[in-house]
């Protein structure tokens, strides 16, 4: 396991920003992880898409860190989704009721058609 | 040479200086003494060598290395004098002679005023010749002599008083290295002392740590399981360390309204913060517990609980919590909600087909329960079941599914529900907690993570009867302190 997890802001459209997570999310990453993302959100990115396309490897540490993003953007305001979510971290999201608070899409592209169809998103 | 002069050869024969101890110098002399650590150690061969050197070059029976004590002579080395360890510290011989600058030399002890008087003179050895050096620090105190002694009167030429002194230095330099040698050893004695009480320490504190962890684990979890009339339960915790409190939890417990109360949750973490939330889950749990009888609103209480904790929405945990009471039937009828915890498998006989016998399995996990602690407005899902005769239900923690079966397998879901498809069914609680510790045994490397295991199993008629009512069992182990990963 890597210590280095990567988190990029890659696209703004509309009100959404779409960061791009690459790496693995543990005990260690996961922590910076949050944080970062919390960043974001701190700079005005409320409806932040998470795409965990280049994610390899997510445990209980990956959970409470999308938790804690969850929260912060929550307070914000604003909202977060995740977009092709692995498998593991899906099975546990869906075992932890959380993918119910969580909207989850196959893709970017799907994640971001929903946020600009929903009422009152722009 | 000046350093030789004494009083007897000053040309006024039988006619010397007596000196009498002064007494600030004689408590610096004693100072030095002790700081050498000589006084009454073993004899010594390079203390022995010098004293043989003297009785050689000098000619003489008896030549002595002494060292002058507060009321006695002590011989270092006595080459001569076989069985004399020390005398008195009678003036005349070494008793003046340590008093001195410089060397002692008395042709004739007869004629002098002082030694004539000295017990080594007028007893049985009488010495009639004695000549001394001093034994001189490097800061200036006198020690005690190297000395030669004869039984008749000779004289010395200034050369042979020179080699005495001589001599005297060398077993001053002897007494040096010594006492180097022997801070060099204490310094290391201090050393390893100081070592091995921080080891000492270093036990004790590991072992006091230890006995706190397991004496808050066992806190932590229930002494034993109560006896229902009519159900076989066990239960099963394994402690992945001694030293780490674990963050699974279970109780089973009566509630005031006739039915039976049973959680088993799992904090996500481990350590203090998590067994602070144990602590928390078990008492708001059995708390809740006491005002209403629906699962899913004693979840709610402890999500509740937990967000209002100080490491709200930073620690949550998973857990069952279920009602049960006998029914008409002949089972028990279960109530059960989840708070995002795996689920739990409710096992019946197969129906009946050729081959060894085996187990319908059914996971038992309601829809849409939450993680609790985590989400303010979390909800959670209950199911009813019913436990009939010769069925059983098994709830477990993560650390049983999350158990590799190789390097990068874990057994998961589906090699728990093949391995209790595998069993046959009919066997009691008991019996299904200890064949599934058997399972986790005989993985590769065991269960990594705290596993906390509950079974309950209402007999089949003929096993009721056979087994005049049904006990419960628990068992508790922890991996041994050298075992952690």
Not at chain 2, 27 to 40: F, H, T
Not at chain 2, 191 to 196: I, T
Not at chain 2, 348 to 355: L, T
Not at chain 2, 416 to 424: E, G, H, I, Y
Request: glycine share 10%; hydrophobic share 45%; net charge negative.
């Amino acid at each position: 396991m890597t210590d280095d997890i990567e988190l990029a802001l890659t696209a703004t459209p509309g009100p959404a920003a779409i960061a791009t997570v690459t790496g693995e999310i543990d005990l260690h990453t996961a922590p910076g992880l949050r944080a970062r993302a919390l960043e974001l959100i701190d700079q005005g990115h409320h409806h932040l898409i998470l795409d965990l396309s280049g994610v390899g490897f997510c445990d209980s540490a990956g959970l409470s860190a999308l938790i804690g993003i969850w929260h912060g953007a929550q307070e914000a305001g604003g909202t977060l989704s995740l977009a092709a979510v692995p498998d593991r971290l899906m099975r546990m999201l869906t075992l932890t009721g959380v993918d119910s608070l969580l909207p989850h899409y196959p893709s970017t592209a799907e994640a971001l058609n929903t946020h600009q169809g929903a009422p009152g998103a722009a | 040479m000046p350093e030789q002069a004494s009083a007897s050869e000053d040309g006024v024969p039988g006619k010397r200086l007596h000196l009498v101890p002064d007494e600030v110098v004689e408590a610096g002399r004693m100072e030095a003494v002790r700081r050498y650590d000589i006084l009454d150690t073993p004899p010594d061969g390079a203390f022995d060598r010098v004293a043989a050197l003297a009785a050689r070059l000098f000619d003489v029976p008896v030549a002595t290395v002494t060292i002058v004590d507060e009321d006695r002579i002590w011989f270092k080395a006595a080459h001569g004098l076989d069985g004399v360890s020390e005398i008195g510290r009678d003036p005349g011989l070494c008793g003046s002679a340590v008093l001195r600058d410089d060397a002692l030399v008395i042709p004739d002890t007869l004629l002098d005023d002082v030694a004539c008087g000295n017990p080594l003179v007028t007893g049985a050895l009488g010495v009639r010749f004695y000549a001394a050096a001093p034994i001189i620090t490097a800061d200036g105190h006198k020690l005690g002599t190297v000395n030669v002694l004869d039984t008749k009167p000779r004289s010395i030429t200034s050369e042979q008083t020179a080699t005495l002194t001589d001599l005297a230095a060398i077993v001053m330099d002897e007494m040096e290295l010594r006492l180097s040698a022997l801070r060099t050893v204490r310094q290391e004695q201090r050393v390893a002392e100081a070592e091995r009480a921080a080891r000492e320490q270093a036990e004790r504190d590991k072992a006091a740590i230890a006995s706190f962890a397991s004496t808050l684990q066992r806190t932590l979890l229930p002494p034993a399981l109560p006896t229902v009339p009519g159900l076989e339960l066990a239960c099963h915790y394994h402690a992945a360390s001694v030293h780490d409190v674990g963050g699974d939890f279970y109780d089973v417990f009566p509630l005031p309204s006739g039915k039976w109360g049973l959680f088993l949750g799992d904090v996500c973490g481990k350590g203090a913060e998590a067994a602070t939330i144990t602590s928390l889950a078990r008492y708001t749990l059995r708390a809740s517990a006491h005002h209403t009888d629906d699962p899913v609103a004693v979840l709610e209480a402890l999500n509740s609980a937990l967000l209002a904790d100080v490491w709200a929405g930073a620690r949550y945990c998973t857990a069952f919590f279920a009602t049960f009471a006998p029914d008409a039937a002949g089972g028990f009828t279960v109530e059960l909600a989840t708070g995002g915890h795996p689920p739990a498998y409710h096992l019946s006989p197969a129906a009946p087909v050729a081959g060894p016998a085996h187990t319908r399995v059914e996971a038992v996990h309601p829809k849409g329960g939450m993680l609790i602690g985590a989400f303010p407005h979390a909800r959670f899902a209950s199911t009813t079941l019913h436990l009939a005769p010769g069925q059983a239900l098994l709830l477990y923690t993560d650390g049983l599914t999350e158990a590799h079966t190789s390097a990068d397998t874990m057994l998961g879901d589906e090699g728990l529900t093949a391995f209790l498809t595998a069993r046959p069914a009919s066997c009691g609680a008991a019996q299904l907690i200890e064949d599934t510790v058997g399972l986790l045994d005989a993985l590769p490397q065991g269960a990594r993570d705290d596993v906390a295991l509950l079974a309950l199993s209402v007999p089949a008629p003929d096993q009721a009867a056979a087994a005049t009512g049904a006990g419960s069992t628990a068992h508790t182990t922890a991996a041994p302190a050298g075992e952690e990963h």
